[in-house]
């Protein structure tokens, strides 16, 4: 599958055959470079994380090798068989769910961080509000929300749905404030210098009462 353009009347991708019948134009098969830069940077400190939609897992095992305490849900049985598989070869320890993320998160305890690598950009397009849902029933004051997403300001065939600035801010910022938003490229089988990105990381302010 091509990253679908945004559009408000987008499809809801067969997601487990994207794994099944090609490579998906998001699976680089390493961890995000902005996801490494910003632990290296000190940005995250380890905590409770859960990761939406974790793909093959290869930002689920970098978290854990930096002391996170990982909960990685993916919908489709074939990404999350490899993202185990990974996860042994790596000798890293993380808590892989099968489910929806959505059914998931009407259970799980809040979690100090929610990491999301081309979840959001994704479900805005069909499902903003219940992502938005999902994201306040999985925080709490002070959980930090650090999201990667396609951007506009390239022209890029095929790649990621894009994300405005003002977008981005105006959906996210009904829940979380920003700490830093910030260009950076998302990585791509399908294209060396990868797609124009969002880094942005976001805090759940507490509101003291
Ligand atoms: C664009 S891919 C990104 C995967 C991974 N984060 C990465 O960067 O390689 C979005 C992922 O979300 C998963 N997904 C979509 N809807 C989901 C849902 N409702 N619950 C759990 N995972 C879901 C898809 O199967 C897919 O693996």
């Given at each position: 599958?091509?990253h ?8 809801v ?5 994207q ?5 998906p ?6 961890a995000a470079?902005?996801l ?6 000190g ?57 929806d ?7 799980c305890?809040?979690?100090?961080l929610v ?9 805005r ?24 997403a396609?951007s ?5 065939e095929?790649?990621p749905?894009q ?10 910022g ?16 399908r ?19």
């Amino acid at each position: 599958m091509s990253h679908s353009p945004e559009s408000k009347t987008a499809e809801v991708p067969d997601w487990d055959a994207q794994y099944r019948l090609s490579r998906p134009p998001w699976e680089s098969g390493v961890a995000a470079g902005e996801l490494v830069r910003v632990l290296d940077e000190g940005l995250l400190r380890p905590s409770t994380t859960l990761e939406l939609g974790c793909g093959t897992g290869a930002d689920a095992v970098c978290l854990a090798q930096h002391g996170f305490d990982v909960t990685a849900v993916e919908s489709s049985p074939t990404a999350l068989e490899r993202a185990r598989g990974r996860a042994q070869a790596q000798g890293a320890l993380i808590q892989f769910v099968l489910d929806d993320v959505f059914e998931f998160g009407r259970t799980c305890g809040p979690f100090e961080l929610v990491y999301d690598a081309g979840f959001y950009h994704f479900m805005r397009q069909t499902d903003l509000e219940r992502l938005l849902d999902l994201l306040w029933r999985v925080t709490r004051p002070g959980s930090y929300y650090f999201v990667l997403a396609g951007s506009t300001g390239e022209t890029a065939e095929g790649g990621p749905p894009q994300v405005s600035e003002d977008d981005l801010r105006m959906e996210l910022g009904r829940l979380f404030q920003f700490v830093h938003l910030r260009p950076c490229r998302m990585e791509s089988p399908r294209r060396a210098r990868g797609y124009l990105a969002w880094s942005c990381l976001m805090q759940r302010p507490d509101l003291g009462v």
